[in-house]
């Protein structure tokens, strides 16, 4: 569906995406930074949340 998206054209659908889903992931028990992070650790804060 996106693989013929102008990297423009990937931005907008993108952040539309993120504004419509916006209210979803407030709601989440669950964040993770943006930093990277090891599987383990992943694991392990999903786990304890």
Partial sequence: ???DFSDD???TYIN???ADRR???EQA???IDE???EIEK???K???A
């Fill in 35 to 37: 930093e990277p992070i």
């Fill in 46 to 48: 999903i786990f304890h």
């Fill in 29 to 31: 028990k669950v964040s």
């Fill in 42 to 44: 992943l694991i392990d």
């Fill in 1 to 3: 569906m996106i693989k």
């Fill in 9 to 11: 054209q990937l931005q």
């Fill in 23 to 25: 209210i979803y992931y």
């Fill in 16 to 18: 539309k995406k993120f």
